[in-house]
């Protein structure tokens, strides 16, 4: 498909046939790209049924003289939301994982993490807590986590790696 400010005008018109369009063209993209984030179909699903809805709502927003910063704007809200959808479900998980386990394991879990945090808190950024928190307990691997906190790798891999070396020498 050509996108082109006749066709953004279109869009910006709210035409429902120039809306159709850019639905059928770019959901799979929208949707991939969400599952990438989130991992998880639903929410996948959900989150590019919410970029077109904000598409619909913020149409009369759209520049129409650069016609490449429409699919930007698609990808960078998705990317946005799937990361705010991702942010929300971890702290269901959270919840969900204790609930699930037995009073005893409930307890020394929570008290590990809370320990592990408060631990963190005084020693690094909260930025480099995401990290290690990403990495050591959810198992993102570095380029993961750079897509997710949109750094680049090596950046995340320092950031990981002096941060581990912070808190050995606290726990020396």
Wanted: aromatic content about 14%.
């Amino acid at each position: 498909m050509k996108i082109n400010e006749k066709f953004i005008n279109l869009i910006k018109n709210r035409d429902s046939e120039a809306f159709e369009l850019v639905y059928n063209e770019f959901f799979d993209v929208l949707f991939y790209t969400s599952f990438k984030i989130v991992k998880s179909k639903d929410d996948a699903l959900d989150v590019a049924q919410d970029v077109f809805y904000k598409l619909w709502e913020k149409a009369d927003e759209l520049r129409s003289d650069n016609h490449g910063s429409f699919v930007s704007w698609l990808l960078t809200v998705t990317r946005n939301m799937s990361i705010n959808r991702l942010n929300q479900n971890k702290r269901i998980v959270y919840d969900e994982e204790i609930v699930m386990q037995s009073p005893s394991e409930k307890d020394d879990t929570l008290i590990k993490y809370n320990d592990f945090i408060n631990l963190c808190s005084g020693l690094i950024p909260e930025e480099e807590i995401d990290i290690v928190i990403y990495h050591a307990y959810y198992g993102k691997t570095f380029k993961e986590i750079s897509f997710i906190l949109n750094k680049p790798t090596s950046t995340i891999s320092s950031k990981f790696y002096s941060s581990i070396e912070k808190i050995r020498e606290v726990l020396k």
